[in-house]
């Protein structure tokens, strides 16, 4: 019961967080990634051309440092930052309709003799990646109001708290707080909040790192 009232809070934290970025992400939807004058790394170029693909638009939050982000045979991400000095980080894939399909493929065997629709395919990919994060145990999932999923422009959107096995492809980092937003027929938005405790300092930078990205109107 306790861990039950504990997740209930976060996820009351949560919606707040997706309401208030949603807001900031609206205000700001004509900026431009490279809107403050630096730069744009390789990673970042890349980054930006398959957000453009799948009709997102990327905004680049302030105070965060970009690393690299982990590709293996388990785990393939795209974009990865860090808030300094907070042990708190964000991972972010995005993929146009197509390139879900490929991605979802090789995340989970035989998904060509599935027969569900590809606009669903975003609940398999949260699923899978829980799974893997959490070594199995159990996570905590909420479905995200049709309101909030107004704000991002998209159509369906799932967050799944978890507790993480202890891995070096995490960093050992103890809690994450993984994202899926999709629309329908365009694309899909993957974010990873990892840090290593669950309160009110983690879900803060999780409001510093949410207005990062959007589906284009």
């Known amino acids: 019961m306790q861990s039950i009232a504990i997740f209930s809070r976060c996820f009351k934290h949560l919606i707040l967080i997706l309401m208030l970025s949603g807001t900031t992400a609206s205000a700001m939807a004509q900026q431009v990634s490279h809107a403050t004058g630096k730069p744009q790394s390789k990673q970042l170029k890349n980054f930006v051309k398959l957000a453009n693909e799948a009709n997102v638009t990327y905004i680049a939050p302030d105070g965060f440092k970009e ?48 027969d569900d629709n590809p606009d669903s395919l975003y609940n398999k990919t949260g699923v899978t990646l829980a799974e893997e994060l959490s070594g199995g145990q159990n996570y905590f999932t909420t479905i995200i109001p049709p309101d909030y999923l107004a704000r ?19 960093k050992h980092y103890k809690y994450a707080l993984l994202i899926t937003l999709h629309k329908d027929h365009v694309g899909t938005i993957v974010a990873i909040c990892f840090g290593n405790e669950k309160g009110s300092g983690f879900f803060k ?5 949410a207005k990062s990205l959007r589906f284009k109107s």
């Open 67 to 114: 690393i690299k982000p982990v590709k293996n045979d388990t785990l393939s991400f795209d974009y990865a930052l860090e808030l300094p000095g907070e042990e708190f980080e964000v991972w972010f894939n995005v993929r146009s309709q197509r390139r879900a399909l490929a991605g979802f493929a090789n995340m989970v065997s035989d998904t060509t003799k599935t």
């Open 152 to 170: 991002y422009n998209a159509t369906e959107g799932k967050t799944y708290l978890l507790d993480l096995a202890d891995a070096n492809e995490t």
């Open 205 to 209: 930078n999780i409001f510093k790192a």
